[in-house]
């Protein structure tokens, strides 16, 4: 058993606590010891006297020396019908260095008389005062050597401290063995659980099943099961994220080839007669650029590589107007939804503006669709202003608001979708993107009535990725 053991500690620090109790007890116990010896020699000396008193003349002188021997004292006096006798008597040794009146002593004038009898190694002469017992009289005074009485408190002393140590260490031993049976098993269960997990986090059947009876240990094992669930839980999302993740590069990869060839045949159609078709040509070679982008950056992220903006000034009015066409035309068969913008025609931004597009193609399209999903018409709105350090764009809506689960895993991917077979990907690839920018996406208000998220483009820019930012134009 070592010390650096919870059992060995507690074995220790049992016994210590142990015998220091019995110090304290020692004290007292010594203080009623030496009353007990001088209430002893008072009672024999007492039949001392008595028995001398009941003999003959001829025989006291031969008697005396014995029976103070046999007594232990020096001198006895008895006071009897208001007469101080002198009964036995001898030579004493010295003179009397103190007295002590046993009928009125309290406890702590009897512990501090001990100790003082303790710590004296000379052995004085004290006289000792009480009363006769079978009221033999009125009063009956001693003298007596200390020596004797100190040698017998040294010895119950010892017998005393031998006693308590063995009953420490029956103490400690029992204690120990509690607490094996009651604490370090199930400690030990847990570490047991615990290494057994780490070398499979991903087995939910190493995920321990609290079943403790002491308390404490009982909601330990209750933590360590909720962090291990969780732990499990986001290893097996990592891992679907992951799949999914090849499986959308190679897509991306085959999808770029794809639009690539229907963004040459797109070209063409500038050069088509029918006016309706040249003027929808260069919003198709928009749309499929953009889509072609996607699918680039898409690799890139695959890649483990962060897409860099590339910044240029341009009109955020004009960007604006261009997601509200495209949002329109997709809520077109619903018609609830009606577009806002509230942007200075002549307002000026340096951002990347197909990423700037992609963040609010996907806050109209999320507030569009909660819009919809409530069968009730609503607004969707496009605001932007500009300050001292950044430019501001807020996108609001009349919608139902976002759930609570929804709110507190709002930038998460899988998990921040409020539609029913949503992923949640388009608020977070959207504060992807904006923190790419330096800047920032919040959302300001989610009630009954709405909505409201704001992004924040900071005029200086700097940019997450830790290579330079493209600069166009």
């Known amino acids: 058993m070592r010390l650096n053991t919870i059992s060995g500690r507690f074995a220790a620090l049992t016994t210590m606590f142990v015998i220091l109790a019995e110090l304290f007890i020692l004290l007292p116990s010594l203080a009623g010891f030496r009353l007990d010896f001088l209430e002893s020699r008072l009672e024999r000396a007492q039949i001392a006297s008595l028995a001398l008193l009941a003999t003959d003349d001829s025989l006291a002188t031969d008697l005396e020396s014995e029976l103070l021997q046999n007594a232990g004292v020096l001198n006895v006096v008895l006071r009897r019908n208001d007469i101080r006798q002198l009964v036995l008597s001898s030579r004493i040794p010295g003179p009397i260095a103190a007295?002590?009146?046993?009928?009125?002593?309290?406890?702590?004038?009897?512990?501090?008389?001990?100790?003082?009898?303790?710590?004296?190694?000379?052995?004085?002469?004290?006289?000792?005062?009480?009363?006769?017992?079978?009221?033999?009289?009125?009063?009956?005074?001693?003298?007596?050597?200390?020596?004797?009485?100190?040698?017998?408190?040294?010895?119950?002393?010892?017998?005393?401290?031998?006693?308590?140590?063995?009953?420490?260490?029956?103490?400690?031993?029992?204690?120990?063995?509690?607490?094996?049976?009651?604490?370090?098993?199930?400690?030990?269960?847990?570490?047991?659980?615990?290494?057994?997990?780490?070398?499979?986090?991903?087995?939910?059947?190493?995920?321990?099943?609290?079943?403790?009876?002491?308390?404490?240990?009982?909601?330990?094992?209750?933590?360590?099961?909720?962090?291990?669930?969780?732990?499990t839980s986001s290893l097996k999302q990592k891992e679907r994220m992951a799949q999914?993740?090849?499986?959308?590069?190679?897509?991306?990869?085959?999808?770029?080839?794809?639009?690539?060839?229907?963004?040459?045949?797109?070209d063409r159609l500038e050069e088509s007669a029918d006016p309706k078709v040249r003027r929808a040509a260069p919003k198709l070679v928009n749309s499929i650029t953009r889509?072609?982008?996607?699918?680039?950056?898409?690799?890139?992220?695959?890649?483990?590589?962060?897409?860099?903006?590339?910044?240029?000034?341009?009109?955020?009015?004009?960007?604006?107007?261009?997601v509200v066409e495209a949002e329109t035309l997709a809520g077109e068969m619903s018609g609830q939804v009606d577009f806002i913008t509230d942007i200075p025609p002549s307002m000026m931004i340096r951002a990347d503006r197909d990423q700037l597009y992609r963040v609010l193609a996907n806050l109209a399209r999320n507030a569009r669709q909660a819009i919809e999903a409530t069968g009730k018409p609503g607004t969707?709105?496009?605001?932007?202003?500009?300050?001292?350090?950044?430019?501001?764009?807020?996108?609001?809506?009349?919608?139902?608001?976002?759930?609570?689960?929804?709110?507190?895993?709002?930038?998460?991917?899988?998990?921040?979708?409020?539609?029913?077979?949503?992923?949640?990907?388009?608020?977070?690839?959207?504060?992807?993107?904006?923190?790419?920018?330096?800047?920032?996406?919040?959302?300001?208000?989610s009630d009954a009535d709405g909505s409201q998220f704001c992004i924040h483009i900071p005029r200086g820019m700097t940019a997450v990725s830790s290579r330079p930012i493209l600069e166009a134009g």
């Open 99 to 231: 007295t002590y009146d046993l009928r009125d002593e309290d406890v702590l004038q009897t512990i501090d008389d001990s100790l003082a009898v303790l710590l004296d190694r000379q052995d004085r002469v004290i006289r000792v005062i009480g009363s006769p017992v079978n009221q033999a009289g009125q009063l009956i005074e001693i003298t007596m050597q200390t020596q004797p009485l100190r040698q017998a408190m040294i010895d119950y002393a010892l017998r005393l401290l031998g006693v308590s140590a063995m009953f420490s260490i029956l103490t400690a031993i029992l204690l120990f063995l509690a607490a094996q049976r009651l604490i370090l098993v199930p400690i030990r269960r847990v570490i047991t659980h615990m290494t057994a997990y780490a070398n499979a986090p991903e087995d939910a059947r190493h995920i321990i099943i609290p079943d403790a009876r002491l308390s404490e240990l009982n909601e330990a094992e209750t933590a360590l099961q909720s962090m291990q669930q969780t732990v």
């Open 291 to 322: 889509a072609v982008n996607l699918c680039e950056t898409t690799l890139a992220f695959g890649k483990a590589e962060e897409p860099m903006p590339t910044l240029s000034r341009f009109n955020l009015a004009q960007l604006a107007a261009e």
């Open 244 to 266: 999914l993740g090849q499986a959308v590069a190679k897509i991306s990869h085959d999808l770029r080839n794809i639009l690539t060839t229907a963004q040459i045949f797109a």
């Open 380 to 445: 969707v709105e496009i605001g932007a202003g500009e300050g001292d350090a950044d430019w501001w764009i807020k996108v609001c809506d009349t919608g139902p608001g976002l759930p609570d689960k929804a709110r507190e895993y709002l930038f998460k991917p899988f998990t921040g979708s409020t539609r029913r077979g949503g992923t949640g990907l388009g608020l977070t690839i959207a504060a992807d993107l904006v923190r790419g920018h330096g800047g920032r996406l919040d959302l300001l208000r």
